[in-house]
DNA sequence: CATCATGTTACTTGTCTTGTTACGATCCTG
DNA sequence: CAGGATCGTAACAAGACAAGTAACATGATG
């Protein structure tokens, strides 16, 4: 568990469900994430709230894909699931006293902005459909040859 | 303890140990730094290897800062303390089966990858004597008023 | 040799995502 | 309508990693 995985998780999620076009229940989303079902439910809460995806309780209930992946960007995705935290790194004292510290947090915070600016740049430019179609030029690549993901 | 504060410590020292250049005990970083001893000590290892700092032994020992801010740059000391994780998220599986993820790994990695390379590049083109400069600024605006940090 | 200071190891703490268990609510089906 | 499928949620444990801490060895100075 080094990273922060949900965003990469996510992705992966809503390729898989416009790829059935039918409900997923939170196990079987979990077993293609190798996790289970709480920490599927818990993530996709957030894809939810947004309107990216529904969900239905009951028998022949489970997520359902709401909004073409045209219409949804890495960003969007992100955004869903709280903006969590992009950077390890940070100031050790975010109001500091200190004049060079302060200087020193300056002097790296614009760093760090500029990066996180190209960052969220690059995630809304992308929407899941070109991730999407980059998935069906790698499945043409292998031909006929094995094609193994629980989907 | 919520980010990795290494670079900014590490930078808030070097331009004090400029500032009175003469050799600072662990203890008195330390203080400034608001931690212990054996913090710094682990975290200034790094530089002294690198060459950016000395270390002595025993009575009037402590550390000297060798070569000048002038000539080291935010990216050196980055690499000094032995170049932690930028980023807080990241894929879920490194070396996927799933082509889908696949696909999800390259594109977030592609925009991580430019990120990093930005904040790299803008880490290279500063240099300490830069941020000591708009400490001196600082300070000059601040005029006679006061000016705290135990250095 | 006594003291100061670094070097180093081992262990604890704090924080945050993940993993897991438990239980309640809801909805289909027989 | 009983029972099972499924989501919602709370509570808590696990894992990872920087940071905090304690203990002790090493080396330098006076």
Not at 101 to 112: K, R, S, T, W, Y
């Amino acid at each position: 568990m080094r990273n922060d995985s949900r965003l990469s998780r996510m992705l992966h999620v809503l390729i898989h469900m416009d790829k059935h076009q039918q409900s997923a229940t939170s196990d079987m989303i979990a077993k293609m994430l190798n996790t289970n079902p709480v920490v599927v439910r818990r993530t996709m809460a957030g894809l939810r709230e947004q309107g990216y995806v529904r969900s239905e309780k009951g028998h022949g209930g489970g997520w359902t894909l709401v909004r073409p992946l045209s219409e949804i960007t890495l960003l969007d995705v992100y955004r869903a699931i709280g903006e969590p935290h992009l950077f390890a790194i940070g100031p050790a004292d975010d109001q500091p006293q200190c004049l060079v510290e302060q200087a020193v947090n300056i002097a790296l915070g614009d760093a760090m902005k500029e990066a996180q600016a190209l960052l969220l740049r690059r995630l809304d430019s992308v929407t899941l459909d070109k991730i999407a179609a980059d998935f069906e030029t790698k499945l043409t690549a292998l031909s006929a040859t094995s094609y193994s993901c629980a989907s």
